[in-house]
């Protein structure tokens, strides 16, 4: 069977690693994690994760929320 992938995208560091591992605890796939919403919209792209686990504030000029919603539209 396989696991769900989830892309984690957090800009503290200790939380990212925390959320991860949490995650990988329970199963779940975590083939990357990034800290900002540039980074989360070109893997997603590329990787089409089953799920985006997303801080809605991130360091540059695309917050999680922006980004979520160019997930949403622009890459679903």
């Known amino acids: 069977m396989k696991s769900v992938e989830v892309l984690v995208v957090e800009d503290e560091a200790i939380v990212a690693a925390d959320l991860a591992?949490?995650?990988r605890r329970?199963?779940?796939r975590v083939p990357a994690v990034v800290s900002t919403g540039e980074e989360a919209l070109a893997l997603v792209?590329?990787?089409n994760p089953a799920l985006v686990l997303m801080d809605?504030?991130?360091a540059g000029e695309v917050d999680?929320?922006?980004a979520a919603r160019?997930?949403?539209?622009?890459?679903?």
């Open 21 to 23: 591992a949490q995650l």
């Open 26 to 28: 329970l199963h779940y």
């Open 45 to 47: 792209s590329r990787m």
């Open 56 to 58: 809605i504030k991130l």
């Open 64 to 66: 999680g929320i922006e």
């Open 70 to 76: 160019r997930i949403q539209t622009e890459l679903s």
